[in-house]
């Protein structure tokens, strides 16, 4: 009867665990829709969080850097997002449609999809995009 109760307790523990870790996996998900849920984005909270995840390593002021090195596109700083590339502003504050940086996520721009090589779609959660979407949508702002 020990042997049982102390199986039963080890499955029960295996289980909560494997269910915690599924939910820890899932909390940015959960974070992103939130935001969506929610009122404004903000660059700190959310947004700079994204890029700091997804984009930074490609995107910061090094040659080896391939995307600053092709582009001139600084994401380590609001500021840097704000200058855009070496070919002009990326984000239109208040225009997700006609900002290159949200076109880039979406594939819309000349067939570029940003983040390159990121997963087998080649793109950021979908959560993620209507994130950034909504941020450049309500201005961009350095919030």
Avoid at 59 to 77: F, I, M
Wanted: glycine content about 12%; some cysteine; hydrophobic content about 40%.
């Amino acid at each position: 009867m020990k042997i049982v109760t102390l199986l039963g307790g080890g499955a029960l523990l295996a289980f909560s665990i494997g269910s915690y870790a599924a939910e820890a996996a899932l909390a940015p998900a959960q974070s992103a829709i939130n935001v969506l849920q929610s009122g404004e984005v903000s660059y700190q909270r959310d947004v700079e969080p994204i890029l700091i995840d997804y984009c930074v390593s490609c995107h910061h002021p090094s040659p080896t850097a391939k995307g600053y090195a092709k582009s001139g596109l600084d994401l380590t700083s609001y500021e840097g997002l704000m200058k855009g590339t070496k070919f002009g502003k990326v984000v239109i504050p208040g225009d997700s449609e006609a900002s290159t940086f949200t076109k880039l996520l979406t594939g819309t721009n000349r067939g570029l999809k940003m983040p390159m090589g990121l997963n087998a779609g080649g793109t950021l959660d979908r959560q993620y995009i209507l994130t950034l979407r909504k941020w450049v949508k309500q201005g961009a702002k350095n919030n």
